[in-house]
Nanobody, 122 residues
Framework: QVQLVESGGGLVQAGGSLRLSCAAS????????MGWFRQAPGKEREFVAA????????YYGDSMSGRFTISRDNAKRTVDLQMNSLKPEDTAVYYC???????????????WGQGTQVTVSS
């Protein structure tokens, strides 16, 4: 497995931006598809974005497309999530995930970070 640690969460006003980062250790980072999920209180975990092993392919949840950008640096073993035009409904704990299966469901990812809180005020 790969170990994941997220950073960069915080409090931001609506319309603002945040950049989340996830650092990986353990097995070969470039072997894993990487993803971001989020979970708001009382709601199910939601797919945010994913990126292929070499970074050529990116995938986004419907409500994030055009506002969020996922990227990775295999040399640094990091995956970032740039979030722009944030809305109060983006408030959630954001999780970094790594997996080897194809798909955007949580079941496709076998390793998870502890999460970082993002709060967007109106």
């Amino acid at each position: 497995q790969v170990q994941l640690v997220e950073s960069g969460g915080g409090l931001v006003q609506a319309g603002g931006s945040l950049r989340l980062s996830c650092a990986a250790s353990g097995r070969t980072f470039s072997n894993y598809r990487m993803g971001w999920f989020r979970q708001a209180p009382g709601k199910e975990r939601e797919f945010v974005a994913a990126i292929s092993r070499n970074g050529a392919g990116t995938y986004y949840g419907d409500s994030m497309s055009g506002r969020f950008t996922i990227s990775r640096d295999n040399a640094k073993r990091t995956v970032d999530l740039q979030m722009n035009s944030l809305k109060p409904e983006d408030t959630a704990v954001y999780y970094c995930a790594a997996g080897v299966l194809v798909g955007t469901s949580a079941a496709s990812f076998g390793s998870w970070g502890q999460g970082t809180q993002v709060t967007v005020s109106s």
